[in-house]
């Protein structure tokens, strides 16, 4: 039904990547009223923790040059869902109503053992900045995990001089292609980092690493970036989600449970196949999320998503990168940029990245969003090969 003769109220929970496009997007129609809500004051920019740690940046940036005026910030932790009332229960005890909502709360470590540090949230980074400036540059550090996070953690330690050590489990870089790994592990050997690729970490200690076939390493600080967790508010409001904990939704991000709720960013699995957690797919979910919100309220069909990757950007220190160019579907090409260009690449999305927000909320509707055109087919094919 066509709704567009009375104010809608919409509520976005989540004020990362996602969560912001999705906010300042909506304001491309009159008469919709967005409320943001989120956790802190602050935008991190989690695709620069790392350099928090390192201190060559604080990872953050103000919400006023990022949201429109038009959106009105909560700085809340919500609770509770309560979606046959259409309402958000927040940790302050107070509640907002709505009458359609945004779930874009994003993800978050999986969870570090005892005596060591996650690298996932704004808190964690600060804590083992904290850490680290306590610890003599001469002490051992190692970093557990050989995804893009412990790539660019490790090489940043190892630039400014810290002795490192880069537990990477199976693989080194799993994510690229065969010629950017190469690329990448050549750049971290440049910068002094000791990679182990094979033995996973058995135990972390407060001294030392143990791995898996026996060998202990010495360890003053051990950093985890293993695995990624999303938050347990769908599950806990009632509304399915997958083993991880994403909401699950129909291709258009409504899900399936409440057509008032619709998914964006890490925290949403479109039919049960999330796309790679990443902000390269999190703005153009939000974009969509954001679209398919406007499309009910004028009473239109909503459009399934149609969003292509076009590469993995991994900072090797501050002076080095390696760009891997990936297919629509996220799988890599043999093309890749390594060095001083790559590097160069990379801090252009990292600010590219705020630019868009930044034009967003300037000109809601102006982002674009690069369309894939094979994910149904992709779909297609993994039911007929696994129909259950």
Not at 199 to 221: F, I, N, W
Not at 247 to 271: C, F, K, M, N, Q
Not at 287 to 300: C, F, K, N, P, Y
Not at 348 to 353: D, F
Request: glycine share 10%.
């Amino acid at each position: 039904m066509t709704e567009n003769n009375a104010t809608q109220k919409v509520i976005v929970l989540g004020g990362g990547y996602a969560g912001v496009l999705a906010a300042n997007h909506l304001l491309q129609r009159p008469g919709v009223k967005v409320t943001l809500v989120n956790a802190r004051p602050e935008f991190v920019e989690r695709i620069r923790l790392h350099q928090l740690v390192a201190g060559t940046h604080d990872a953050t940036a103000d919400y006023d040059e990022l949201l429109s005026d038009k959106v009105t910030l909560v700085v809340d932790t919500a609770e509770r869902i309560d979606t046959a009332a259409r309402r958000v229960e927040l940790a302050s005890g107070n509640a907002l109503d709505y009458d359609y909502l945004i779930y874009a709360v994003g993800s978050t470590s999986a969870g570090a053992p005892e005596f060591a540090y996650a690298l996932s949230e704004l808190e964690d980074a600060q804590r083992l900045r904290a850490r680290l400036q306590d610890v003599p540059m001469s002490a051992p550090i190692v970093v557990v995990g050989g995804g893009l996070t412990g790539i660019e953690a490790a090489s940043e330690f190892a630039e400014a001089g810290r002795t490192t050590t880069l537990v990477a489990g199976p693989a080194l870089g799993p994510s690229l292609g065969a010629q950017a790994r190469r690329s990448a592990a050549k750049q971290l050997a440049k910068l002094g980092v000791t990679v182990i690729v094979g033995p996973t970490v058995a135990a972390v200690h407060a001294d030392h690493v143990e791995l898996s076939d026996g060998r202990l390493l010495r360890s003053a600080t051990t950093v985890w970036t293993v695995g990624f967790g999303v938050s347990g508010l769908a599950a806990r409001s009632g509304l399915r989600t997958d083993d991880l904990g994403r909401l699950l939704t129909d291709e258009t991000l409504v899900s399936i449970d409440d057509d008032r709720v619709v998914g964006a960013g890490d925290a949403v699995a479109p039919s049960g196949s999330p796309l790679r957690m990443s902000c390269q797919a999190a703005m153009p979910l939000a974009a969509q999320a954001a679209r398919t919100v406007l499309a009910r309220i004028d009473g239109g069909a909503p459009q399934a998503i149609n969003q292509a990757f076009a590469g993995q950007c991994v900072s090797i220190g501050r002076s080095y990168g390696t760009i891997q160019i990936s297919r629509p579907d996220d799988s890599p090409r043999r093309a890749y940029v390594g060095g001083r260009i790559a590097a160069s690449i990379k801090e252009m999305v990292c600010k590219g990245t705020l630019w868009q927000l930044r034009r967003e909320a300037a000109k809601p509707g102006s982002y674009f969003l690069i369309k894939g055109g094979k994910r149904a087919e992709r779909l297609a094919a993994l039911l007929e090969h696994d129909p259950a």
